[in-house]
């Protein structure tokens, strides 16, 4: 099965969050891409007595709309606008202590995770559980 080009653009924003320090506590449900086959993606469902840590290693957090909005929230990140512009895309605005943020994409989250992106980016990382 091949996978949309929105999807694939999604797994890089998710490998991008992490490697801007948003840390994943993995829990059943979440959607996980495997790190040595990104386009392999699953729900995860059993630790298989994994440890946490060693599930960040084998696999790449591919938050929901939800979690991203948990991670506004936990950042006090206040979600200004999040919609369909004129140019019929998806956007999101959101207001951090430091200014506006404003991204585009093709999907909600995508346009929510380019937002956490540089939310993460412009201000110091705090860690949340989801």
Not at 6 to 29: Q, R, T
Not at 56 to 77: H, K, S
Request: charged content about 25%; proline content about 3%.
């Amino acid at each position: 099965m091949k996978i949309e080009q929105s999807a694939w653009n999604y797994i890089n924003v998710s490998v991008e969050l992490e490697k801007k320090g948003l840390v994943w506590h993995p829990e059943i449900g979440d959607e996980v891409s495997d790190r040595n086959h990104l386009d392999k993606v699953c729900i995860f469902v059993d630790p298989q007595g994994l440890t946490p840590k060693i599930l960040r290693e084998t696999f790449v957090w591919l938050p929901t709309v939800e979690q991203l909005v948990e991670q506004f929230e936990a950042r006090q990140v206040l979600i200004y606008h999040a919609g369909i512009n004129e140019r019929l895309v998806y956007e999101a605005i959101v207001k951090t202590s430091e200014g506006v943020i404003e991204t585009s994409a093709e999907t909600l989250r995508l346009a929510f995770g380019k937002a956490l992106s540089e939310v993460l980016e412009n201000s110091g990382v705090i860690e949340t559980l989801h």
